[in-house]
T-cell receptor, first 115, second 110 residues
Framework: NAGVTQTPKFRILKIGQSMTLQCAQDMNHNYMYWYRQDPGMGLKLIYY???????DKGEVPNGYNVSRSTTEDFPLRLELAAPSQTSVYFC??????????????FGDGTRLSIL | DAKTTQPTSMDCAEGRAANLPCNHS???????VYWYRQIHSQGPQYIIH???NNETNEMASLIITEDRKSSTLILPHATLRDTAVYYC???????????FGTGTRLKVLA
């Protein structure tokens, strides 16, 4: 049981390039999330998904896109990388029913630098 | 969404209990309090959560005041490996989103 797996662990991009951060979970969780964490700060929610085919914006969605075609996978797409997107990106998943949100399980993060 | 307030940093002697406070004065009746910690730059790790009653698990205890406006996370015998940033989070009312603050940086001293 691997939990939440993020790839790659590190990446350097040039301004204007695009890339996809991969996230997969094997716990059959219905909810998945993408966060970014800037140095010395808490995590900020970028996008989240309550199930396959359903996504919604978080606090800081600009410059990012997501899709959720399967329960297991929730990739995050950067279309035109900008220096402001230099950050550590965390993917998480949880199982939730009704108003109760189960604990979130986090991946180890992707450290992304835009130069 | 209910916001939380935590001290920026705390120190604790190894082997002693670490008591980490959190204020959440605007919490609603159906909102849970969650605690996570983040060691170095790893992904946050779930510790414990509660609604009204005090809770205990193998990692920690959670004490929630009767009016639910504050809570305390207790690490009964802190070790050096407990040095981390601890986040107190209240589930967003009517949503499924967490709001992370800047947390409390706990340093366990040998």
């Amino acid at each position: 049981n691997a939990g939440v797996t993020q790839t790659p662990k590190f990446r350097i991009l040039k301004i204007g390039q695009s890339m996809t951060l991969q996230c997969a979970q094997d716990m059959n969780h219905n909810y998945m999330y993408w966060y970014r964490q800037d140095p010395g700060m808490g995590l900020k929610l970028i996008y989240y998904s309550v199930g396959a085919g359903i996504t919604d914006k978080g606090e800081v969605p600009n410059g990012y896109n997501v899709s959720r075609s399967t329960t297991e996978d929730f990739p995050l797409r950067l279309e035109l990388a900008a220096p402001s997107q230099t950050s550590v990106y965390f993917c998480a998943s949880s199982y939730s029913t009704g108003l109760f949100m189960g604990p979130q399980h986090f991946g180890d993060g992707t450290r992304l630098s835009i130069l | 969404d209910a916001k939380t307030t935590q001290p920026t940093s705390m120190d604790c002697a190894e082997g002693r209990a670490a008591n980490l406070p959190c204020n959440h004065s605007t919490i609603s009746g159906n909102e849970y309090v969650y605690w996570y910690r983040q060691i170095h730059s790893q992904g946050p790790q779930y510790i414990i959560h509660g609604l009204k009653n005090n809770e205990t698990n193998e990692m920690a205890s959670l004490i929630i005041t009767e009016d639910r406006k504050s809570s305390t996370l207790i690490l009964p015998h802190a070790t050096l490996r407990d040095t981390a940033v601890y986040y107190c989070i209240v589930q967003g009312s009517g949503t499924y989103k967490y709001i992370f603050g800047t947390g409390t940086r706990l340093k366990v001293l040998a």
